[in-house]
Structure formats: structure tokens, C-alpha cells
């Protein structure tokens, strides 16, 4: 049973557009949620993260929605940059348990072609 | 600069063989994890552990063992290699309470 799903194996948009990321999640326990990108031969690193406790989060070039009730999130990245070009992650975690555990979705490749 | 590092980053091993990956991070913090990563997997938690001595398995612990003597260093042993076993295998760590994880840069080990 996998409890977060990105549905995109990959996604490729041109460079100066926007990129939309999705990510779906089963577990109505989930209230935090983060996103990782990786590059090739290096482990991810943070990007930006959500508290269910808002619906949305800038930083920069980024943006993420959630939506409980769909219980939905998405990554935005405007504009998309060649260098955005990585594997993202989604992640989810249950607050107060499990010593910072997460539950990491299989992850969406995104090529931004310039 | 927070640091997380991995002994190795490829290993060749033999069936049957016993494997031990070690993982170091430089920034206090009491949790770490080890993940696997394969292809259309995304990254599945093996085990974590949250103190000295302290361990929990995570979603996929079958044909794995994990030790953490020290606060800075968490190892992961694969008792008797197997082919199954072929994989890149990430290293975490993250504040007690935090919910960012610092990943190293990942084992990548083939089991032959």
C-alpha cells in the first residue's frame, strides 16, 4: 500500500515555464509534508515544505499548495530554469511520531529544456 | 556546512558475502535513517534510528541490520549479500523534533 504516489514518472516543459509537480497521499494522518530534488550521483536535498496547518508556501521560485481535503499537494517552480532539471520527491510525515520518519513518493523527473 | 558522509560511493560484492555501509554526520543530530533507492521505488526506509542504541525498522528491514554505538555514525550491515540486494543506498540524518533530512551522497552496491 503506497501511501504517497507521485503519479509522473517525468515531465519536461521549456525553460521560462512553469513546472506543476503533483503528489497524492492516502494516509489522513499525514501533516507535514516536504519536497527533496536530487541531482544524479548525489542524495537529495530539502526544498521547501508545508504544515497542514496552511494551504500554501513560497520561496522564491517555488511554491507549494496543499489540499486536505483532496489530500493532494503540488510543487510549482516559476520560471523553470535548466537547472531545475532533477528528480523531485514528495514526502510526508506525521507530526509527533515516529523520531522525523517521512514516507517518500517514487519521485518525478523534470527536464526543463532551454 | 552540515555534512553527512557514506564510506563508500560503489561496491562490488558477492553473493553471500557480509556488507557493512557506514554513514557519518557532522551535525549533532539524533536521528538517522538508511533508505534504498531503486527504479520506479522512489526511496524506502530500511531502518531508523532516533538515539545511541536505539533502532526501528522501517518498510523494507528483511536481510538488514543496523548499528548505531556512537551519536555521529549509524551503520548498515547486510548479513549475507544477495543479488536482491543491488541497489543505491542513501544515508539521512535529522534533528530530534526536525523534519528536514540531510542526505549523504549514496552508496551505489552490486551484489554479484
Known amino acids: 500500500d503506497q501511501q504517497v504516489k507521485q503519479n509522473s514518472p517525468s515531465l519536461s516543459v521549456q525553460e521560462g515555464r512553469i513546472s506543476i509537480l503533483n503528489c497524492d497521499y492516502t494516509?489522513?494522518?499525514?501533516?507535514?509534508f516536504l519536497w527533496y530534488k536530487k541531482y544524479p550521483a548525489e542524495g537529495p536535498t530539502f526544498l521547501i515544505s508545508?504544515?497542514?496547518?496552511?494551504d500554501k508556501n513560497e520561496d522564491g521560485r517555488f511554491t507549494v499548495f496543499l489540499n486536505k481535503s483532496a489530500k493532494h499537494l503540488s510543487l510549482h517552480i516559476v520560471p523553470s530554469q535548466p537547472g531545475d532539471s532533477a528528480v523531485y520527491f514528495c514526502?510526508?510525515?506525521?507530526?509527533?511520531?515516529?523520531?522525523?520518519?517521512?514516507?517518500f513518493g517514487d519521485g518525478t523527473t523534470l527536464t526543463v529544456k532551454p | 556546512d552540515v555534512k553527512v558522509t557514506q564510506s563508500s560511493r560503489y561496491l562490488v560484492k558477492r553473493t553471500g558475502e557480509k556488507v557493512f555501509l557506514e554513514c557519518v554526520q557532522d551535525?549533532?543530530?539524533?536521528?538517522m535513517f538508511w533508505y534504498r533507492q531503486d527504479p520506479g521505488l522512489g526511496l524506502r526506509l530500511i531502518y531508523f534510528?532516533?538515539?545511541?542504541?536505539?533502532?526501528e525498522k522501517g518498510d523494507i528491514p528483511e536481510g538488514y541490520s543496523v548499528s548505531r554505538e556512537k551519536k555521529e555514525r549509524f551503520s548498515l550491515i547486510l548479513e549475507s549479500a544477495s543479488t536482491n540486494q543491488t541497489s543505491m543506498y542513501l544515508c539521512?540524518?535529522?534533528?530530534?523534533?526536525?523534519?528536514?533530512?540531510?542526505f549523504g551522497p549514496g552508496t551505489r552496491l552490486t551484489v554479484l
Open positions: 539521512a540524518s535529522s534533528l530530534f523534533g526536525g523534519w528536514e533530512q540531510f
Open positions: 494516509n489522513s494522518m499525514f501533516d507535514y
Open positions: 508545508i504544515s497542514s496547518i496552511k
Open positions: 514526502a510526508a510525515s506525521e507530526v509527533g511520531t515516529n523520531a522525523g520518519k517521512s514516507t
Open positions: 551535525m549533532d543530530h539524533e536521528n
Open positions: 534510528s532516533y538515539d545511541v542504541k536505539m533502532k
